[in-house]
């Protein structure tokens, strides 16, 4: 089954836009903070380069929501909360495997 992949553009410390592409949406248990988990390719122009040798950079953001409803995007910057999401993020990617095996 396709599904159509979500994508946005972000920019990088270099002022290059980038295409970024969702992977998930999480929400912390125990919180109510929500955060998205996308991935960028690799900048450099791969085209000449193997598949398996691609490099593909998973990102995570805090998911803020503004008084009029709409989503904002903010980096994160405490250890701390980086850890606890990419964590939360990798168990759930161990239980999606696990279910995709059965």
Do not use: Q
């Amino acid at each position: 089954m396709d599904r159509e992949l979500e994508t946005f553009k972000v920019i990088d410390e270099k002022g290059n836009e980038l295409v970024a592409t969702v992977v998930t949406r999480l929400e912390i248990k125990g919180t109510d903070k929500k955060y998205l988990i996308y991935s960028i390719d690799d900048v450099e122009d791969t085209r000449d380069v193997p598949d398996e040798e691609k490099k593909v950079f998973i990102m995570a953001a805090r998911i803020d929501v503004d008084e009029n409803g709409n989503e904002k995007l903010f980096n994160l910057t405490d250890d701390a909360e980086k850890k606890t999401v990419y964590n939360a993020f990798a168990e759930s990617y161990k239980e999606l495997v696990s279910a995709s095996r059965e």
